[in-house]
């Protein structure tokens, strides 16, 4: 449901709905985190989506109709808001579909609009103006596609995208307004951000936040840590910026020392599930993650890894997944994520089998960045897209696992590290004390042209 508060308008978001639904080798994945106690098990339909939706009313319908509901999801990976059309060919069967006709408030504009979307969907549309109403609150005018071609199939579950991806006022390719845009006009009392907040429990619902954030009620700690938002200065999509990634303690680390301080861009995308790495970033991490389990199968389906668990879903011989983001002022700060975080369980069918799922996913060498931590990073980071300063803020969940301001490294043995250098430095002070000593002994402040005192001799007796 919707909530009004003075400078903030709160939507909850919904887990798509539609229990357990097998992919193509029959095992069922659950989204939980292992080894917590009150966890509760969070249904992914297939392994390259975990959705979330969020309800949308469209139009006002004329009389005698009924009105046009749709699921859609909220995602910071595109700009557009679009549901199928009435004549959508190969949409699928149970989406719900637009009648333009139905609407007494539709104004058809008449452009066409292709979308191509990292995962290979293309889909195709018209545009409209038409009001979208979320709860009680409604947004006027809004520009919409009503698609009517798809032309590859797409593991959506829900109807359509509600499109995130900010359009600065500058950018004279954006084909309309917004939905976010529409949103902070019509209330310009909200500060220009949103905030996600995703839980993998249904006890506690996940919610999507314009406006003010709620860092008390969200995160266990008390502010946002903002990366560098030096790759959004010229496009419309949600980058900060990455120095390195790696496994704590390990020393593998992957990082992009030709980007300088500018690092690597990454894309915080809500409509992706998983964390979507390049092909050279993915090899060298899971090569390192691979021998730490047994029995791994690749899945080239889904461009992922399933294995054995660990007897009693024991992960502490895990590593943390560390990520070094750096910040507006070149400094690096750690995001870490434990293996109760990455790593999904998943249940075989036929032998109900429990087997753990890595959420990294071999991504292509034609996306569009070479990272893309989709909404298994989201869970474990309460995070805020800040519209006004083109950045994004990080704090930690209050339901991950992990301290606030957790610290994590991927330094291999970093006491052993600590101790040598401590030792050098000892050897170093030891050796400049010395050098001291032997300058400034009495021996050394003599004048050098001072004759030696006089040998004294004693008669014999």
Known sequence: GQKHLKRRLVFDLHPKKGAEAAHSNGQLLNGRRLRIRHSHPCTLGNYDNVQYHMDIQVGHSCAGQKKQVFQVVPDTGSSDLWIPANNCTRCKDQTKKFNLRASCTAKELGDRITFRYGDGTVAVGGAFLDSVLVGDLEVKNQFLIQVDKMESDTHMK????????????????????????????????????????????????????????????????????YGKGYYMKN????????????????????????????????????????????????????DDLKWRFTNCNELPEQQIISCDCPPGNDLSRIPALVINIIDQEDRQFSL??????????????????????????RGSSKQPVPLIFGMTFMRSFYTNFDVSNHRIGFARSRLSPLAPLAKCSVDAQPLLRRAIWLSSLAVALFAVFFACFVLFSPQGLRPRNQPNPPATTVAPS
């Open 336 to 361: 870490c994520m434990s293996p109760d975080e990455y790593i999904l369980e998943s249940m075989d069918s036929e032998n109900s089998r429990s087997t753990c799922v890595p959420s990294l996913q």
């Open 158 to 225: 829900s109807d359509g995208i509600l499109g995130l991806a900010h359009h600065y006022v500058s950018d004279k390719s954006a084909r309309g307004r917004t939905f976010m845009a529409t949103l902070f006009e019509e209330h310009p009392e909200m500060p220009k951000m949103f905030s996600f907040f995703l839980t993998g429990s249904s006890d506690t619902p996940s919610r999507l936040i314009f406006g003010e954030a709620d860092l008390p009620r969200h995160s266990k700690e008390s502010s946002f840590r």
């Open 235 to 286: 496009t419309e999509l949600w980058l900060t910026s990455v120095w390195s990634i790696g496994w704590s303690g390990t020393g593998v680390e992957v990082d992009f020392p030709e980007q300088g301080t500018k690092g690597s861009p990454a894309l915080i995308d809500s409509g992706s599930s998983l964390i979507v790495l390049a092909p050279n970033i993915y090899d060298a991490l899971l």
